[in-house]
């Protein structure tokens, strides 16, 4: 029963989306959850939401920029993850700077961060918001990460040692393999919060071609009305891939999670 109950939460945004993404604008606006009638169904939505916005080079975008994203935070990530965890009390001090960085709003890193890009010419480019958006979610990667490291034996690493491997060479070779369910796991998480980032995307993303969906989810919005069938069926489209997703690494997201917690 609980379980019913659980999927009854979660799959109710998703079916909301479904019943407004078949609803004319004054069918929303009545405030039922439901449409009015089998008859007044607005399927001219979906094929709208294609035309309003270029919505499947849009979710191109999202999936180039969440996973570039998590390969720029796997290589940031995992070196920092193996100083945190081993190198003692400068370790400890990088790991809460890394998090007291994360903590602060990201409205203040936005200026700094436009001018940074139009230096090196990657505003207006999806370039540019994945190694934005892979910098800011590595302090989440490393501090899933830490935990993964210290259940490592440092004394795998210290026979490398004495066998010629130099500290990298034992990151690479012993330490990488056996964390790598947590790595997986780290990684959709960041691909996930690149996938559904919108400040950093409406910021440095001017240009149709270089904007993600959530971008685009927001040109329904006009200054009088709002397109609320076209932006559910658009929402959908960019929803149901990431549900997908979810579902399919699901063993490894919830497995290599619980392996970082247990001791």
């Known amino acids: 029963m609980a379980l019913v109950l659980v999927a009854v939460v979660a799959l109710a945004p998703v079916a909301f989306l479904v019943s407004l993404s078949v609803r004319s604008t004054d069918d929303v606006l009545t405030g039922s959850w439901l449409p009015g009638g089998f008859g007044e169904l607005a399927w001219g939505n979906w094929s709208a939401a294609f035309r309003t916005i270029p919505l499947a080079h849009m979710l191109a975008n999202s999936w180039l920029v969440a996973l570039g994203s998590a390969l720029v935070t796997a290589v940031v990530a995992v070196p920092g993850a193996y100083v945190t965890a081993r190198a003692g009390k400068r370790g400890a001090r990088l790991g809460a700077a890394l998090l007291a960085g994360y903590c602060a709003p990201p409205v203040v890193a936005v200026l700094p961060l436009f001018f940074l890009l139009k230096e090196v010419g990657l505003t207006n480019s999806v370039v540019g918001l994945a190694l934005v958006n892979g910098l800011a979610n590595a302090p989440v990667a490393v501090w899933l990460l830490d935990s993964f490291v210290r259940r490592v034996p440092v004394e795998l690493e210290e ?79 960019g929803v149901v891939p990431v549900y997908v997703l979810a579902v399919v690494a699901q063993r490894w997201l919830v497995g290599g999670l619980s392996q970082g917690a247990l001791k």
């Open 159 to 237: 026979a490398a040692w004495l066998d010629g491997l130099s500290v990298a060479g034992g990151l690479r070779r012993i330490v990488l393999p056996l964390i790598a369910p947590g790595l997986v796991a780290a990684l959709l998480v960041c691909t996930f919060l690149a996938y559904g980032e919108f400040l950093f995307a409406v910021s440095f993303a001017q240009t149709t071609a270089s904007q993600p969906l959530t971008v685009g989810l927001s040109l329904f919005q006009g200054d009088r009305t709002v397109q609320f069938g076209q932006q559910a069926a658009a929402a959908l489209v």
